[in-house]
């Protein structure tokens, strides 16, 4: 008996050291960190209060991806060399001097190069985009590259796929990418026919055991084509029947570019990285980068951000372009749960005289985030940003423009989880005639939208702004 004791009281005492050892080195790995005292303060409260469910949290959400590299240096010096050589052989590329700045730092932190001499086409209904898509899919010679965070198994997702299959029979090379969370439900049967096409399919960060690894909490939002290297599709719209037909309560409003020029080597180059990081292969050959032609007007950068990089880059360009703004500035999102500084932004840019507008949908696909994003509004308006919400339907779109002169669409959203835990993809243009048109976009969306006043938002029934106030909490993590 005694001996069994003592041997019990051993587990009892090393199980407490290795417990606790674990929280006070997660919190020791939190502070060296070096993260906003924010956030860092607030892990160590949970983990010493709960530390259980703190260590539980931290293992799937809280750990530091941004210093992590997914290709080397050498290979991204191979990849990079067309794009480079492409960009270097303009003769001149002359940006609006209020955004030289942008440009630059999106140039320096990824090299994201300014490309001149491109057409841009704006889709505003999911109709006309997958119109468009599979025009082009069927004009493929050479390859066809798609990455989508959802492709579905309905009538859209089966009608591309099926597209997809028949190019592969002709012999055109078809790649494709989908987010292993976004099509967790998607039965295997739904890509195993594309594999067995000749279709190279593969998924982003399989997740196989989702209770078990922290790859849940970061996912390949990014949606794109490239087709023969020569054309381009980027936005919000995922390969899914409801993007078209929409919703039993309303209308799918999303926003889509189509490029064509040389800044289609931008979305070429961001989805072979991604292929790099799920396949291992690195492919630089001229077919992937040909020689293009002018195609229109517009100065384009195509700019990624990701949890695995040292910078956001995405949201501090959107940053610099709301601060740059002098007239006004626009945006549509679907989730408004931002940062402080973006937050700091949009207020320092109204209190400025900037006619800032926030977009939103009046009723969402995730009623949590929902109104997470309703506790922010109060923020925004008591600073004179005029907010708006779209009732046709819901509002999927992420757009942004300014002063008739910048505008970027792609997959981001204004939310913690796109710029922090996503790998993502905008088009910035610079173009007053494509801004011009994005803002005619907005502002015809906007006759749909019901006015938000400061007046009425503070007399929201107190449980409904508890209720906000309380989700607010876990905005990182929605």
């Not at 109060?378 to 046709?392: P, W």
Request: glycine letters at 6%.
């Amino acid at each position: 008996m005694e001996w069994s004791h003592i041997l019990s009281q051993l587990a009892t005492t090393a199980f407490d050291f290795v417990y606790f050892g674990m929280v006070i080195g997660t919190i020791v790995v939190i502070i060296l960190d070096n993260r906003n005292p924010v956030k860092t303060l607030a892990w160590i409260m949970v983990l010493l209060f709960l530390p259980l469910v703190g260590l539980v949290l931290y293992f799937f959400f809280g750990r530091n991806q941004r210093r992590v590299r997914i290709i080397s240096r050498k290979g991204y010096g191979h990849l990079i060399k067309k794009p480079m050589a492409e960009y270097l052989a303009q003769e001149s590329v002359t940006p609006p001097a209020e955004f030289e700045r942008m440009i630059a730092f999106f140039s320096r932190t990824e090299q994201a190069f300014p490309y001149e001499g491109n057409r841009v086409e704006v889709y505003v209904d999911g109709a006309s985009w997958l119109q468009a898509l599979l025009r082009e899919l069927s004009q493929a010679r050479h390859h066809i590259h798609l990455e989508s965070y959802i492709f579905e198994d309905d009538a859209v997702g089966r009608l591309v796929r099926d597209v997809l299959m028949d190019k592969a029979r002709e012999g055109v090379e078809v790649r494709v990418v989908y987010d292993d969370v976004g099509c967790w439900h998607v039965p295997s049967r739904f890509f195993r026919q594309m594999l067995e096409a000749g279709i190279e399919v593969r998924s982003y960060l399989k997740v196989r055991f989702p209770l078990f690894t922290s790859k849940v909490n970061y996912r390949n939002h990014r949606k794109m084509v490239v087709v023969d290297g020569r054309v381009g599709f980027v936005g919000g719209m995922n390969l899914a029947e409801r993007y078209v037909r929409g919703l039993s309560w309303g209308v799918w409003r999303d926003t889509h570019l189509r490029l064509e020029g040389k800044a289609v080597h931008g979305l070429q180059t961001t989805f072979l990285l991604d292929w790099y990081f799920v396949n291992g292969s690195l492919l630089t050959s001229l077919p992937y980068f040909p020689k293009l032609p002018q195609a229109g007007a517009s100065l384009v950068q195509v700019v990624t951000s990701e949890p695995i990089g040292p910078w956001q880059e995405i949201m501090q360009g959107m940053l610099m372009a709301i601060s740059s703004a002098r007239r006004y500035c626009y945006i549509q999102t679907p989730y408004f749960l931002p940062t402080e500084v973006m937050l700091q932004a949009l207020q320092t840019a109204a209190l400025s005289g900037v006619d800032v507008r926030l977009m939103l949908p009046l009723r969402a696909d995730s009623r949590l985030t929902h109104w997470g994003s309703c506790s922010y509004l109060h923020d925004v308006l008591s600073a004179g940003v005029k907010v708006y919400f779209y009732r046709k339907g819901f509002l999927h779109s992420k757009l942004l423009v300014c002063d008739d002169q910048l505008c970027s669409v792609g997959s981001t959203n204004i939310d913690f989880r796109s710029f922090e835990h996503n790998f993502e993809v905008n088009a910035f243009v610079y173009d007053p005639e494509t801004a011009r048109r994005l803002r005619l976009v907005f502002l015809h969306d906007q006759r749909e939208c019901d006015s938000v006043s400061l007046k009425a938002w503070s007399k929201r029934p107190w449980h409904r702004k508890a209720t906000e106030s309380v989700v607010r909490l876990m905005a990182p993590l929605l």
